[in-house]
């Protein structure tokens, strides 16, 4: 049974930030990152065990195409997006967003 999906605000932000940077390079490939986290939300609702544990509840799914990572709870009636980050980014600052 799929969970609904809820983002918290720093998240929406996450999103909408790298969505505007890929806006600005090309609209093909905007498309194509909107449908895989379309595709990877889809996935985390259906399966939400499918993510890595990451820390304590917080598990990370790792997007296929592109380098980024959707940090996100399973609670009892939905799952919370907690951030998206770039692969690569800095640990350290992942671990404090997600404090």
Do not use: C
């Not at 009636?77 to 640990?91: K, M, R, V």
Request: hydrophobic share 40%; charged share 30%.
């Amino acid at each position: 049974m799929s969970k609904p999906i809820r983002f918290k605000p720093e998240a929406e932000r996450d999103f909408y930030n790298i969505l505007q940077w890929y806006i600005e390079i090309n609209k093909f490939v905007t498309d194509k990152f909107t449908d895989e986290i379309d595709e990877s939300l889809h996935i985390i609702s259906e399966n939400p065990q499918i993510g890595a544990n990451y820390k304590f509840k917080i598990r990370k799914y790792v997007l296929i195409k592109f380098p980024y990572v959707i940090f996100y709870i399973e609670e009892d009636i939905e799952i919370i997006i907690l951030a998206i980050f770039h692969g690569h980014s800095n640990p350290e600052v992942i671990r404090r967003v997600l404090e």
